[in-house]
């Protein structure tokens, strides 16, 4: 009996999970898995869990996907929605969804392993499934490789992914070189001196302080960044004070910056660090900042030759139309550190999830930043099929391509 793939991606889509917390996802993973024959390991890297099919000698190929959501309260109205909660790393209590798609990923590789233990007659090598926990976090992938995941199984020798994206559902975005951005998330915490808020005087206000440095690090990218250089500063989380009429010690800010490559992140990075201690020598702090770094990526750079040929496999199979140069994406992941650590090359690529009538009316009616959710989104939802499907078959076009 096939695996009903829409059952699995409606359940896995109504019950997402924090990153590192995925232990009902993994445990549903794991069935599928032993439903299908393949021996389980779970708890790799915390929450992870790895495969693999053994068929005969040739090249060992790993294909991966991420499985953790977001803390975003769904807003897309579908029958199967999520009305998850879950507890942050703070101890709040979050709503949880999967507004990244990470539970299509799983699905696609679910859909994937199958139809490739159903072909072993076609081809020989060897495929490790990898369903890798917190790439939100940007932790899963180095979690798991820290637990000995490329001692325990064979060597890659190549690093495949895919992630869904507002594309048209049968559009592949793929190209040579950096895919995705290195990216950084920084936590600066700003010192003041607290008080009563009749007597300001009195104070160092980290509030005022906090707003001067937000406001001045929109100027890193629109006034110190060559326009031609891709660069991005977001200030994505500001918490201060408790009560109106009490000026609070100090601040906090959680930045994300983004940079295609090393050399754009020592520049953006000396520029942030600079505005964030002159604001703060600037409003009298009588301490220096604390700057905090709380991960950090490398670029996502897929392999030139071994692109070029996934590119043609993919033209091959889905036509010359079904395949797009995306361009870089500012977004940020953490899959290269298989690629990485291991020396093999990666191909990571993107699949559309959109509606292809609905994409092409945002086109034509200029409207696509309006009327197109973006991952992360609270209305992120790819559309079920063809996106369930094409994710499949890519993979399995992927796999079938690097091995004998």
């Known amino acids: ?50 495969t693999r099919i053994d068929n005969g000698p040739g090249p060992v190929v790993w294909l991966r996907a991420d499985m953790d959501g977001l803390p975003v309260e769904e807003q897309t109205g579908l029958a199967y929605a999520s009305t998850a909660r879950g507890t942050d790393p703070a101890g709040n209590a979050v709503p949880v ?6 539970d299509i990923h ?71 070189g950096t895919q995705m951005a290195a990216s950084d998330g920084l936590t600066v915490v700003l010192h003041g001196r607290g008080g009563h808020g009749s007597r300001p005087h009195s104070t160092i ?24 250089d891709v660069a991005v500063v977001t200030v994505g989380s500001i918490h201060a004070g408790l009560k109106n009429n009490i000026i609070p010690a100090e601040a906090k800010l959680e930045l994300s910056l983004r940079y295609p490559d090393d050399a754009a992140r020592e520049r953006v990075m000396g520029k942030v660090e600079r505005i964030v201690r002159a604001e703060a020598a600037a409003s009298g702090a009588e301490k220096e900042p604390t700057i905090t770094t709380d991960h950090s990526l490398p ?59 609905k994409f092409a009316d945002a086109v034509a009616g200029g409207t696509i930043e309006r009327d197109i959710p973006t991952n992360h989104s609270p209305f992120f939802a790819p559309v079920m099929q ?12 992927a796999a079938r391509e690097f091995l004998d």
């Open 1 to 50: 009996m096939s695996v009903d793939l829409e059952s699995l991606y409606t359940d896995l889509h109504a019950h997402p999970e924090l990153s590192f917390q995925e232990t009902r996802t993994a445990g549903v993973i794991a069935r599928y898995l032993a439903d299908l024959g393949l021996e389980v390991e779970e708890g790799v890297g915390r929450t992870g869990v790895v």
């Open 97 to 102: 969804m999967h507004a990244c798609g990470h």
């Open 106 to 176: 799983v699905t696609a590789l679910i859909g994937a392993l199958e139809r490739l233990v159903a072909t072993t007659d076609e081809w020989s090598g060897t495929v490790v499934a990898v369903f890798q926990p917190a790439e939100e976090y940007g932790a899963g992938s180095q979690a798991m490789i820290a637990d000995g995941v490329l001692e325990r199984y064979p060597k890659p020798d190549i690093v495949l992914g895919q992630h869904v994206t507002p594309l048209p559902a049968g559009v592949i975005g793929v190209r040579p």
């Open 205 to 228: 206000d980290p509030v005022v302080m906090a707003a001067a440095t937000v406001m001045r690090l929109q100027t890193v990218v629109s006034r110190e960044v060559d326009p031609r």
């Open 299 to 357: 670029p996502t750079i897929n392999d030139p030759d071994a692109t070029s040929r996934l590119t043609a496999a993919f033209r091959r199979a889905f036509g010359e139309a079904g395949v797009v140069d995306p361009g870089m994406f500012t977004g940020s992941e953490d899959v290269s550190w298989f690629a990485r650590d291991s020396g093999a090359p990666l191909v990571f690529w993107f699949w559309g999830g959109v509606d292809p009538q």
């Open 386 to 397: 063809p996106t369930i499907d094409r994710g499949v078959e890519n993979l399995v076009v």
